[in-house]
């Protein structure tokens, strides 16, 4: 049974920086993809950012690119994502999720994981 445990979320002011962990279980982490979406309320759940199993490639939303670093640490089966400049759109439930395919990419990425965590909600105040 996959579990994926979020956490690191809370509140903080804008412009300031927010690093979320996720520890996975239950597969063998290297062999898969893992990443991160999140939804604001009112809206659709959308895409942030994946690692690709050895951590050799990465993907983005435009939104957050420059500002978040994904990145994961096998040994530990831990992903992270480091959120700097932090906007008050960022506000959003954060879910970490795991996938055995990479994102594609059609004018934005579009990645369907297989398992999902519970979420950890990040708010930024202006």
């Known amino acids: 049974q996959v579990q994926l445990v979020e956490s690191g979320g809370g509140l903080v002011q804008a412009g300031e920086s927010l690093r979320l962990s996720c520890a996975a279980s239950g597969r063998t982490f290297s062999n898969y993809v893992m990443g991160w979406h999140r939804q604001a309320p009112g809206k659709e759940r959308e895409f942030v950012a994946a690692?690709?199993?050895?951590?050799?490639?990465?993907y983005y939303a435009d939104s957050v690119k420059v500002r978040f670093t994904i990145s994961r640490d096998n040994a530990k089966n831990t992903v992270y994502l480091q959120m700097n400049s932090l906007k008050p759109e960022d506000t959003a439930v954060y879910y970490c999720?795991?996938?055995?395919?990479?994102?594609?990419?059609?004018?934005?990425?579009?990645?369907?994981?297989?398992?999902w965590g519970q979420g950890t909600q990040v708010t930024v105040s202006s």
């Open positions: 690692i690709s199993g050895r951590g050799y490639s990465t």
């Open positions: 999720a795991t996938a055995p395919h990479l994102p594609r990419y059609s004018g934005t990425y579009d990645w369907a994981p297989d398992y």
